[in-house]
């Protein structure tokens, strides 16, 4: 039985742990922490990101536990829409609309169906040979036919394959995440609100849980002493319900990081026994929503070309996800934006588009949500990969 290690135990490492186990594999993941990430805050699934969980078998219990988003659009500070699509034009394009819930239930999922016996927590990984597939931890030393390095923004696997390759860089703005019971009275719409420089974004998640996100432009590094009195301060006179929102919000709720990206895509996505898949392969800025998404399509396409050559793995996935991480910062900074001229310019443009075509918010995203995943999972050959450069 030909055997894989995966580092790193998110939403990524676990799905190609997943899909490997399900191919045939014999599937150790290695996590650093002493627990699964339990990070308090909500995650949206986008109908690509459904198709991939499909192939491992977690796509109905996604769509069972989660919540189907509504109407979503974007909305100026003072509460008036931008632009406007529905769920029901998404589902008629793509076959599925978006579906909202907590991360840490997909983590959960994806660790129950993977099995507690197939995941080491609290075991750092201290020195890795890519040829040989040798990974050497505190607790002794794995050999494997296959490394999947799921290890993250700062992955030192990516250091050590690319030495020398630009790191990730600071987009500009950093980012406020929070999750809060519905007050009550208020209603929640999927939405995005845009400001000189400031975004705010909602979602109602299952179980009366609303999720909430914030950017705003700030030197990397920067944190408050409260940061729900920070958020307030830059928010509080926007539009309802946010005001709302941040009143009711326990300020140990909110978290806060710097947002970064990989502006250099890689030269592959794999060396010698190696293959990187999400943030350790490809950050992006969360401003399409396909961080975890993309992550969960690196998880199924590897596995379904972990028996032959990785180069096909790197062929299936580095241009899509350069150009997702390249779009994705294009929306990074038409948010940041702060002179009126040019915020009228870019406010106007997308009510004139919108009202000219409801289904162009839609259209524009057929590239990113229209993908379709390889075969589903199955036996495989069982070989140890190879890695042609």
């Not at 020398?164 to 600071?170: A, L």
């Not at 980012?175 to 909602?202: D, I, K, Q």
């Not at 990187?276 to 998880?299: I, S, Y």
């Not at 299936?316 to 910062?329: C, D, K, P, Q, Y």
Request: glycine share 12%.
């Amino acid at each position: 039985m030909a055997t894989a290690v995966v580092i790193g135990g998110g939403v990524g490492g676990l799905t190609a742990g997943l899909a490997l186990r399900l191919k045939g594999w014999d599937v150790t993941v290695l996590e650093r922490a002493p627990a699964l990430e339990n990070v308090g805050s909500g995650l949206a699934v986008s109908p690509n990101g459904l198709r991939a969980l499909d192939t491992v078998g977690l796509g109905d219990p996604v769509r069972e536990l989660a919540r189907v988003q509504g109407a979503a659009g974007l909305r100026k500070a003072d509460g008036r829409w931008l632009s406007r699509t529905s769920q029901e034009r998404a589902r008629l394009r793509y076959g599925d609309g978006v579906v909202l819930l907590l991360r840490r239930v997909l983590v959960d999922l994806l660790a129950d169906r993977l099995g507690q016996a197939n995941i080491r927590l609290d075991t750092e990984v201290t020195g890795l040979d890519p040829e040989s597939g040798t990974v050497e931890t505190e607790a002794g030393t794995l050999r494997a036919d296959l490394v999947v390095a799921a290890d993250g923004i700062r992955s030192g696997t990516r250091r050590q394959l690319f030495p020398g390759h630009p790191e990730p860089v600071y987009s500009g703005v950093t980012a406020w995440r929070g999750l809060l019971r519905r007050p009550e009275g208020v209603t929640v719409h999927s939405a995005e609100s845009w400001g000189a420089g400031l975004v705010f974004g909602t979602h109602q998640l299952a179980d009366d849980l609303v999720y909430f996100y914030a950017t705003d432009l700030a030197a990397p590094g920067g944190r408050a002493a409260d940061e729900r009195a920070e958020l307030l301060r830059r928010f509080g006179n926007w539009h309802r319900p946010i005001p709302a929102m941040l009143d009711a919000v326990d300020p140990g709720a909110i978290l806060r990081n710097d947002v970064y990206y990989l502006a250099t895509p890689l030269p592959r996505l794999h060396q010698g026994r190696v293959a990187l898949l999400g943030d350790a392969a490809h950050p992006m800025t969360p401003n399409l929503g396909q961080g975890a998404c993309q992550a969960v399509e690196d998880a199924v396409v590897l596995a379904h070309h972990a028996g032959g050559d990785l180069a096909d793995y790197t062929e299936a996935r580095l241009g899509r996800t350069a150009e997702i991480v390249r779009r994705s910062m294009a929306i990074c900074r038409a948010t940041k934006i702060r002179n009126p001229v040019a915020i009228g310019l870019r406010d106007l443009g997308m009510r004139v588009a919108g009202r000219f075509s409801a289904d162009l918010m839609l259209r524009a995203m057929d590239s990113v949500l229209d993908w379709r995943p390889p075969a589903p999972a199955g036996p495989s050959s069982g070989r140890a990969p190879t890695g042609r450069a």
